[in-house]
Structures are given as C-alpha cells and as structure tokens.
C-alpha cells in the first residue's frame, strides 16, 4: 500500500505564545538592526545591488560574501545580520533539506502530499536514515543496529506509518526477553506498549520512505557547507561547488556541523536556538561471536556501569534464538562514559579504541555478574561513536520556522529523543511550510514558530526514549540471571 495513503497530518497554529519577529539581540540606542533583504522587481532583477550572485570560491582566505569578520562560530551565530525575503513566493516552490534521516525524509514526503517539491542532502555513504543504521558486514554476513535499537507508538499520525511498514513486512514487534540489568538481576520490561523492529535492521525504513515519493530528489554523500541568500532563494553549497538553489531550506540534522553552517547563514533566531541543544556521546561496539553467549536474553537496559548502558543481540533479534551461525552483539556506553572519553569522531585514535573495548567489554561482564575475562572473546569487533548521538534537552514544540528568512528546522530533538518525535517533526514542519508557501508570504510573523522557547532538560534512557515505555514503572519482580549453558 502507497504511503500516500496516510490522512491528516499535525497542523501547526500559531498560538497567542509565540512571540513576533524580533532580531535576536537589540541594538544600541544609536544604531539600527541590519537585515539582508532578498527582492526581486517585475523583471526578476535583483534589488539589493550589494548583494552578489554566490559562485565557488577560488581564493580560500576571502572574507565570507556578506562581509562578517572571521569570529568564532558562536559570535557569528548571535551577531549575523537577519535576511528578510521580500520577494513573491514561486508558484512550484523547491524546498532544500539538509539531512536524511527519520525526520527529514518524512519531511520530504509531506511536503510531495501538499504538492510541493524537494531536494534531500545526505552525508550518508552506506544510506540514508541517519540514526536508522544497520551495518552489514559481508560475507558471512554480520548484521547490526548499531544507531535505534527499536522503537514504541503512541502517536496516532506515527502509527499510520507504522500500520504501512507493518503491511510490507518492513517491521514486526520484538517479543523477546527486553529488561533492565542491575548487578546480575534481570528485571523484564513489561510487554506493554509493542516494541518494533526493522525486520531486515532500521536501514530498510528510510528506504521505504523514499520509496513513496516522486517529487524527491535524493543528493548524497554530500556536506552542504554553506547558505546563501540571493534573489529572493537559498543557494546551496559543498565546499564551493553550486548544489542548488532553493525557495526555503530546512535543516534537518544537528551538532557541530549544523551550527557551524547557520553560524554565517543570516538566519540568528534559528542559529540561536540550534547552539541552545545540548547532545550526549554514545560509544557504539559491535562484536560477532562465532557461538551463542549464554545469555537468556535479547535485550537489556544496563544499569550502574559507567561503560555500559544497552546491550542487545542482533540476531536472536531479527531471525531468532536458534539462528545458526555468528552471533551478533551491539553493545552501547552510558552518556558519561562517551563525555570523558570523547575524540573526534572522524580519526579515533587507536589507544582511544582499544581502552574503550576493553572498558566495554569489562562493563558487559560486569552486568552479567562474571569474573573478569572470563566471556569469550569475539572474532569480530567494530567501533564507533556517535559524538553528536541524542538530544539532552529540548524545547518541546513540533519545528522551528523563520519566515523572514523561510527556514526551519525539524528533528527528533525539538519533541524528545525517538523515531516517533522524528516522524511528527517532520510531519509538523512539512505542513507548516506548506501553508506559509501558500499563504504568498502575507503576515509572515504569523507564521513564525519556536524562536523564542526556552528548552527543558529530558528525561529516558541513555540510548533515547520509548514513548509509553517508563523506566521507572516495572510490574515484573527482578529474579537473579541465569547464564544458560
């Protein structure tokens, strides 16, 4: 079944709360707020005559085209001139997306339901679906979630989605042991609500996502490094060389990269509430054993183990507990453990790598109550961290939205920190610059959205949260493990 099947969608009013366009700081009684404003006349002729047409860089030490000294990042972000588009919106509007994970892939498909075009960027090389991955590795072959582990619904707009992954085989619910592990105890989590899996691993989702949309367009790997307005649209760029020119960009992915492109971008308001997002760091092990662990579980939360905060077996998960063959485990630290050993993602350094197995490795027997050295070793070991892995605050609203510079932002963040809250921003920002579009940018502050929230610190586990899956509820007493032989 077409995921164009999919009904009514969150629709973003907004309420008495969200406060006016405002420029982020105010500015001394004696000078006047700057703004970039973006125009055409009747010719389609550029009015702001300072303003140039971008093109790529040949002299790498140029100053950047609207004239901001070199600052760090954060004095950019909370200094940069505003871009005030003034020029009539196009009648077969092009929306740019910069990211391609859960959120803004869904993005992309409601925004085709309200007939709107789009361009999703990706620095995926392996895929799309950002923290949807699985990692295959041939020719056995292995196979690991190493970013979601599973996901829960409560959200009846997620569900309907769900429904549709559930009809094509994509999902199933995950009806092994899941718990929490506490000093040798296993402590089952209730079977209520469902846990879904990806029946192939996560990855499969965000291609089924694709999958249902004509009007996408898909460019990866690629790192959009910089926005520019001109004409009355973005321009987008990688590393100098043109990606595009676009009616409104949304940015759909995070951390240092995310800040560090809004940092020059004209866009303060969202660049400001971009740098309030506070993000943990998760170090992620996979490891393949050639026979099955004696463990009578498929899945547990860890507790009071620095090194270790999730542990789950990849293939009694997607095909079964008497699966023949290697046995694949994704092993996940806490948040502090990933804060004090963190280094930079792209280069880990090889004594970094190998202290932190052995730590995880250490945690996991720990957890399981064994001696030291005592579990045998994998043939198979594979590291990563996520420097930049989940959200630890968030402001509570569906998206942000700039419609003086048409620009959002959407995200697992702004809601919490899970597939669904990815699905319903995208779903949220999808529609709202929808209605902005068609409204022809009359009252654009009506339309302004997230500018000004404050952010509250959230609650879950260290790999996320699971809607309708309390940590602190448990109706099943813990009961000592038993290691099977």
Known sequence: MAMTSISRSIALTPSSNIFPFLPIFPAKPK????????????????????????????????????????????????????????????????????????????????????????????????????????????????????????????????????????KKDLVREWNGPIGELDGGCFNPLPSSPPRYIGVNGMRPLSESILSETSMVNVVRPCWISKLEPYNGTWYLSENGKPCGQFDAIVIAHNGKCANRLLSSSGLPLIARQMKRLDLNSIWALMAAYEDPLPIPFEGAFVK???????????????????????????????????????????????????????????????????????????????????????????????????????????????????????????????????????????????????LHNEFQQLKGYDIGQFPGLEPEIQVNEARDLQLTT
């Open 31 to 166: 000078s006047r707020q700057t703004h970039i404003r973006c125009s055409t006349d009747e010719r389609g002729n550029n009015k702001n005559m300072s303003e140039r047409k971008p093109s790529p860089s040949r002299n790498p030490r140029r100053k950047p085209s609207h004239g901001f000294s070199r600052r760090s990042v954060i004095k950019k972000s909370f200094s940069q001139e505003q871009v005030e588009f003034t020029s009539p919106i196009s009648r077969d509007p092009v929306v740019g997306i910069i990211g391609g994970g859960m959120s803004g892939l869904v993005c992309a498909l409601y925004l085709e339901k309200r007939g709107i075009k789009s361009t999703v960027f990706d620095t995926g090389i392996h895929g799309l679906g950002g923290r949807m991955g699985t990692r295959t590795i041939d020719p056995q072959p292995l196979i690991f979630d190493h970013a979601a582990q599973f996901f829960t619904v409560t959200d009846p707009e997620f569900a309907k989605i769900v429904d549709l992954w559930t």
């Open 304 to 450: 009071g183990i620095d090194s270790l905060s999730w542990m789950a077996n990849n293939t009694a998960k997607l095909f079964g507990s008497q699966s023949s063959g290697p046995h694949c485990w994704t092993y996940f630290s806490s948040a502090a453990f990933g804060k004090q050993n963190k280094v930079p993602q792209e280069s880990i350094p090889t004594t970094t790598a190998e202290k932190v197995k052995e730590a995880m490795f250490e945690g996991v027997e720990i957890a399981l109550g064994l001696d030291k050295n005592s579990l045998k070793r994998p043939f198979y070991t594979r590291l990563q961290l996520w420097g930049a892995a989940l959200p630890t605050n968030s402001p509570g609203i569906p998206c942000i939205f700039d419609p003086h510079g048409r620009a959002g932002i959407c995200g697992d963040w702004l809601l919490g920190s899970s597939l669904e809250s990815a699905a319903l921003s995208g779903m949220g920002l999808a529609n709202h610059i929808a209605d902005y579009l068609q409204s022809d940018g009359i009252c654009p502050d009506d339309f302004a959205v997230g």
